[in-house]
């Protein structure tokens, strides 16, 4: 009974972290495979995010500026905000140059965050970071929220303590899950609908012929800014939910711009850019693929160490760490030159008829 | 005045010249090839593990003759480096860049950025995560230098690094003036950058000129991740993709595709970064010296507000 | 009967697979200036460049002193001596006047210097110029420079594209008096032009272009009193 309790949970943190990084990569879909913008900074947003969520959320403490102990929803929203408004900031000044220059930018608008949180050690805790961020439905255990509104009302703190004593202390993991893949699901069809709406088939009329574009008097870099802040507040929340599955989170190793832009790019060109399906999909493979290796190098390496016994395992610990980060690189330049389309190609938005809502029916714009 | 000029001034030209060197690859491949190549820094940074492990490797080699003092200089084993990096650079060019030339632009981006990551964690799994020291020891003033100035009412304080720093940083952008303007390569590079399409009708053999970037590039990547490394005396795997940020702010404020406003931009951002930290006003740093990679930034945003094509109008898009 | 020089043999070429030209026949002999006329998009300029292997041939030839040469990438076709001016971005402009030549010679093994005094010598105003960037020149010195620059090698033919479209009227008539002089020196030219009236008045033959296929042949003066071309193109008055 206890060994299928375990591979549940493996298989629940599998679906919560592919979860978040699904909405990682439709956030960047909107970006890339809508708008063809270049973002390298996706972990700059989703800092931006999950510290925004982490200082408003957490309880009052001395090491940081708040916690403010608001409302996780709030935290989550008030994360998207800013990783928009820093999202705006970027797309005004690059949007109109050349894609190398918004490249540029995005990487190093992620570095000065960095920095930041680094530095800004009366706000963030600097390298020591934030903990104890509160976490969807496992919160409600915390004596601070089953001791106040609203859930005060259903019960006194003693019976709620009690309500709690007798769940198992994973009660919390399958509703985190569930949560995190209702808003992939939200997520998806909003995506969607604005995909197949006319402000989706003009970012690809945009994307395939600009010129044309333009002369037809379209506001392109209008839209461009529009996609990009709507991709960056897509990443905030990923952020948001991010740092609930942590609870811990600083900025050099949580945030390791190699790990989780990277990360994103690999699934959504696996998947398929300018397809919401495909990203999702190409986000729990590469997870998988990911979190599974991980598995088997630490098994093998345990394996290795007991023949060799003079090998520190902890040296080829690291190293294979390494030598995965290198293997999904050459998967990336695989799967660019052989595959550009990715698992799921893009599905162009051509027709009205086929569109299923009436966005599409009053859209014809031209 | 004098601590200004030995604590500020001096290394703030040291890290200009690092970034000024890196800032020549980025320009002539974004001139040339036309785009950004992400993987520029993680280059460099190999150049500096493989120029490390050419010294090791040489007074391993004295102590298994039984000469215990064998130390190459880091110039010297700088050149072996610089032919692998030249290797890599054409490897990476063969294998991943070449199938994109003629897709979009972007599609090459995305190339290095992959690069990027295989090239450092490539770093990473054969010399392993953790810092590794260069030179060991502080390095003092060069004595001649401080008692010469001294004679002379100054109180220059400069440690010999710096000075193979300056003369290496010099002639290395001499070499590449004479290459530009007076060989035929040299010309044809300029040609291309000028326009490619051009060229091409003009009968230049571009796949040479390309081949020539990557060599000129790589020996200057080399030459910067050596110099960076004599300065600093560590090792890092990280450190390539820290100078990414100057080195691409460096290239656009000397005009993209403009070797000498690489030149001229480095310097400004590297004398910008340390001088940032000098106490202008009252005691205290002006800003905080964890803030320096955030002046390149700055400097980089004002740029693409202001003036997108750079100092020396390079290309602009 | 004399082997022309260039010719090309129904041609259907385009870009990607997009056909522009239909069927296109031309040749140009030994010793000839060719223009070639025609309305915006008849193909002019697409025709030009199928020669330099720049677009997708489906069918048809080119050859170039009988040797066919279809499909063979531009820098090749350059080193078997054919030049090419485009009609814009023809000079580099961050180089000198000097330097722009010397690329011109890219392809040429020995002789640079003395092939560049006998260009100084054709293009007396480029002399002066030799190291001005030659972005810093007028329009109409630019294009003697990227005329120049296509001599550098030994040409079996001259291509130019539109070598007048936006110079005025008095560096309109210099290129052409050098067209004429380039002639002498013995190359034959082909060229692309707007201003039909005054390229059909130096070219011994012409070819009018519509829609991707040729309309009318003959020689230059014959074209230009022929009344339905002149009603046509010449009318229009540039």
């Known amino acids: 009974m206890e060994a299928y309790v375990g591979y549940f949970l493996y298989l ?65 929203f008030v994360g998207m905000i800013m990783s928009a408004i820093v999202a705006a900031f970027i797309g005004l000044i690059c949007i109109r140059l050349r894609a190398d220059y918004l490249a540029i930018a995005t990487i190093g608008i992620a570095e000065i965050i960095k920095l930041v949180l680094k530095n800004e050690t009366e706000i963030t805790n600097g390298p020591r970071g934030v903990n104890k961020i509160p976490r969807f439905w496992e919160h409600f255990s915390e004596e601070r929220f089953y001791s106040s509104w609203p859930m005060s009302w259903f019960g006194t703190s003693e019976n709620w303590e009690a309500f709690f004593d007798k769940l198992p202390n994973w009660y919390w993991q399958p509703l985190f899950a569930a949560t995190i893949l209702l808003i992939v699901y939200i997520i998806y069809r909003m995506l969607e609908r604005a995909r197949t709406a006319p402000w989706g088939r003009m970012m690809t009329a945009i994307r395939e012929n600009e010129p044309a574009a333009r002369a037809s008097g379209k506001d392109v870099t209008r839209r461009r800014i529009e996609a990009f802040v709507i991709g960056a507040a897509i990443m905030g929340l990923a952020g948001a939910l991010f740092a609930q599955h942590l609870r811990l989170i600083e900025p050099t190793n949580t945030f390791d711009p190699a790990k989780v832009t990277f990360l994103t790019w690999v699934m959504l060109i696996l998947g398929g850019s300018g397809n919401n399906r495909g990203a999702i999909l190409g986000a729990f493979l590469i997870w998988t693929i990911w979190s599974a290796s991980e598995l088997v190098i630490t098994g093998s390496i345990g394996l290795i160490s007991n023949i060799f016994s003079t090998l ?55 | 005045m004098w601590e200004f000029v030995n604590y500020y001034f001096i290394p703030g030209l040291v890290l200009g010249c690092i970034y000024a060197l890196g800032a020549i690859g980025i320009t002539l491949t974004f001139g040339i090839l036309r785009f950004s190549n992400f993987a520029h820094g993680e280059i460099m940074m190999s150049g500096a593990y493989l120029t490390w492990t050419v010294m090791a490797a040489f007074t391993a080699l004295g102590a298994y003759f039984g000469f215990s003092d064998w130390a190459l200089h880091p110039l010297i084993a700088m050149v072996p480096a610089a032919a692998l990096v030249i290797l890599i650079f054409l490897a990476t060019d063969r294998f991943f860049y070449k199938p994109f030339r003629k897709a979009e632009t ?182 905080s010296p964890g803030y320096k990679t955030g002046v390149a930034f700055a400097i980089m945003v004002v740029m693409l507000i202001v003036r997108p094509q750079g100092l020396f109008k390079g290309r602009s898009f | 009967m004399t082997q022309p020089v260039l010719s090309l043999n129904n041609l259907k070429a385009g870009y990607g697979q997009t056909e522009i030209l239909h069927d296109l026949s031309m040749f140009v002999n030994p010793n000839e200036i060719v223009a070639i006329i025609g309305p915006n998009g008849a193909g002019k300029s697409t025709a030009m460049k199928s020669v330099l292997g720049l677009l997708n041939i489906s069918e048809g030839t080119v050859e170039l002193n009988g040797e066919n040469i279809t499909d063979t990438p531009a820098q090749k076709v350059i080193e078997k001596g054919i030049s090419y001016v485009p009609q814009t971005n023809n000079v580099f402009v961050n180089l000198s006047v000097k330097e722009n030549l010397e690329m011109g010679a890219w392809t040429r093994p020995t002789g640079v210097e003395e092939r560049l005094e006998e260009m100084y ?32 090698v030994d040409a079996k033919i001259l291509l130019l594209d539109e070598p007048t479209a936006g110079l005025s009227p008095k560096y309109r008539g210099e290129i052409f008096g050098t067209i004429q002089k380039i002639k002498e020196t013995g190359v034959p030219i082909l060229i692309v032009e707007q201003n039909a009236k005054q390229a059909l008045g130096v070219s011994d033959r012409g070819y009018v272009l519509v829609d991707g296929a040729n309309r009318h042949t003959g020689t230059g003066a014959g074209l230009a009193a022929d009344p339905e071309i002149a009603r046509m193109f010449l009318g229009g008055g540039h």
């Open chain 3, 121 to 152: 010598v054709l293009f007396p105003d480029l002399a002066e110029k030799r190291n001005q960037a030659a972005g810093s020149l007028s329009g109409g010195q630019r294009q003697m420079v990227a005329m120049a620059k296509a001599l550098m």
């Open chain 2, 106 to 287: 972007i599609k090459v981006v995305m190339a290095s950025f992959g690069m990027m990551l295989i090239i450092r964690s490539a770093v990473q799994v054969i010399w392993g995560p953790n810092q590794i020291t260069f030179v060991r020891g502080i390095a003092k003033p060069n004595a001649t230098l401080s008692e010469i100035t001294s004679n002379m009412g100054l109180q220059i304080l400069m440690p010999n690094k710096h000075l193979f720093i300056f003369a290496g940083t010099i002639i290395l952008v001499v070499a590449l003036g004479y290459l530009l303007n007076r060989t035929r390569i040299g010309k044809a590079m300029r040609a291309v950058s000028d326009s490619p399409d051009l060229a091409h009708v003009t009968g230049i053999n571009v796949d040479k000129v390309i081949r020539a970037t990557w060599i000129v590039g790589g020996i200057c990547a080399a030459a910067a991740g050596v110099f960076l490394v004599m300065d600093t005396q560590m090792l890092e795997t990280t450190m390539g993709f820290r100078m990414l940020l100057p080195m691409f702010a460096a290239a656009i404020l000397g005009g993209i595709g403009k070797p000498y406003g690489a030149v001229a931009g480095g310097l400004i951002i590297g004398l910008a970064e340390e001088l940032s930290a000098y106490p202008w006003i009252g005691d205290t740093p002006l800003l």
């Open chain 1, 312 to 366: 520190d395992p902890s040296f080829l610990q690291t190293r294979a760490g390494f030598l995965r980060m290198m293997l999904i690189g050459i998967l990336m330049q695989v799967i660019l030159q052989r595959y550009p389309e990715g698992i799921l190609p893009e599905v162009r938005p051509a027709s009205p008829k086929a569109d299923n809502n009436d966005a599409g029916l009053t859209g014809e714009t031209k």
């Open chain 1, 12 to 76: 629940l943190s599998l679906l919560t972290v592919g979860g978040i990084y699904a909405i990682f990569a439709l956030g960047l879909n909107v970006q890339w495979g809508f708008a063809g913008l270049f973002n390298v900074g996706i972990v700059g947003f989703a800092a931006v995010g999950a510290y925004t969520y982490a200082l408003l959320t957490t309880a009052e403490s001395t090491f940081h500026l708040g916690g403010f102990g608001l409302p996780l929803p709030l935290g989550m």
